[in-house]
């Protein structure tokens, strides 16, 4: 590992991920240049800081002092993981969108290709106290995702995180974890199995060095990369207040494509999705056919339109189903009233109601002909 990918293992220990102030200075200096002016304080001309910034570098000299790269890298190695950072084969140029909040780099483990993955990729994301209604949803979504080529992205949280990788998985197809936490550090500890067999089929990815245990604002912050990462982002159920929220927010800053499944005005976890609809115009997705249309090759991907149910009266040739058409929904009728309503002479129309009587659609009744129970129901 050269010096370069030393300090960017570093700083990815120093600094909470994506921080403005950081990225300028990288910009600025290089990562080994941003080492130097955490541990010297001298900032150098150009580079403007304020007080509050000054605070922390301060924060990060501390901190540095804590950092063990070589013990992180040793870590790494040992179940298998790599560090990418920006400039390498398989660092994603959808980074980059993000500017000053980009990762000074990622942590990886599994043999999935990171760069490679994200090409054609879709975010499906929700609430971690998801309904069966979106959980079913979300691993659907995913194995038709999955088995179609695409690559499911999500946060490897309890819900419809989890049962969107699930649905992946199950399609023997690729799925991507982005953690809020190390690699080696299962969280939520009910997901452990899932994130194992993620890093022995598929790809796990943190801004952390391994070993670091989540807290609240990096679930918020690794939204980011999520969004950034893939082509389009699902919201398959979100609360009024929600990351998968922040999710589409980001998503929608990056000029990634947002879209979003509806689901009962009475439930919670509809709120958010009803949101999006109503507020920013999401694309209402209820098949995973129309998002691959949200996000494939334009005129090349378009969703076939939904099977339309075939009633046994479709199967009727237009003659007879013209008389089926002039019966009233309610009581008898003779043959002469169908004939006039059907438009048809009586001998054409006696004809038919045998064959509808054949079929099920009528029968007779004291006053003339009626429609069957079943005929009503169709």
């Not at 690559?151 to 949280?157: F, Y």
């Not at 509809?270 to 005129?299: K, N, W």
Request: charged content about 25%; some cysteine.
């Amino acid at each position: 590992m050269n010096d370069e990918r030393i300090a960017r293992a570093t700083l990815t220990a120093v600094a909470e991920p994506g921080d403005v102030l950081l990225n300028r200075i990288i910009a600025h200096a290089g990562a080994e240049g941003a080492l130097d002016i955490i541990r010297t304080a001298r900032i150098p001309h150009g580079l403007p800081v304020t007080g509050k910034e000054a605070e922390r570098l301060d924060h990060w000299r501390i901190r540095l002092a804590g950092a063990e790269p070589d013990l992180d890298r040793e870590v790494c190695d040992r179940f298998g993981g790599r560090l990418v950072c920006p400039g390498d084969p398989e660092w994603p140029t959808t980074l980059d969108d993000l500017g000053d909040r980009r990762p000074y780099a990622l942590w990886l483990r599994g043999p999935g290709d990171l760069r490679n993955g994200g090409l054609r990729s879709v975010a499906v994301v929700g609430s971690r106290a998801a309904s069966p209604y979106g959980s079913r949803v979300a691993s659907d979504f995913a194995c038709d995702l999955a088995d179609k080529g695409w690559t499911v992205i999500s946060g490897g949280a309890l819900g419809i995180d989890a049962a969107a990788h699930r649905g992946a998985l199950a399609a023997d197809g690729p799925t991507i974890a982005v953690l809020a936490n190390g690699v080696d550090v299962p969280y939520p500890a009910s997901n452990e199995g899932l994130f194992a067999e993620m890093a022995r089929r598929c790809l796990l990815v943190s801004e952390s060095p391994p070993g670091t245990h989540p807290h609240r604002l990096r679930f918020l912050v690794r939204n980011r990369v999520i969004a950034a990462l893939s082509r389009g982002t699902v919201l398959v159920e979100a609360e009024a207040r929600s990351g998968a929220l922040n999710t589409a927010s980001w998503a929608r800053k990056l000029g990634r494509v947002v879209m979003a499944v509806p689901g009962p005005i009475t439930s919670r976890t509809s709120v958010g999705c009803h949101a999006l609809f109503r507020e920013q115009a999401a694309i209402v997705v209820t098949r995973s056919e129309e998002i691959v249309e949200a996000v494939g090759r334009i005129g090349a991907d378009l969703a076939p339109p939904p099977h339309t149910p075939v009633l046994p009266r479709d199967r009727l040739d237009p003659g007879t189903r013209a008389v089926l058409e002039a019966f009233p929904a309610r009581g008898a009728t003779g043959p002469a009233q169908l004939a006039v309503k059907a438009g048809a002479d009586l001998v054409t129309v006696n004809a038919k109601l045998g064959l509808l009587a054949a079929g099920g659609f009528v029968e007779r009744a004291p006053t003339g002909w009626r429609l069957t129970e079943a005929a009503k129901s169709t």
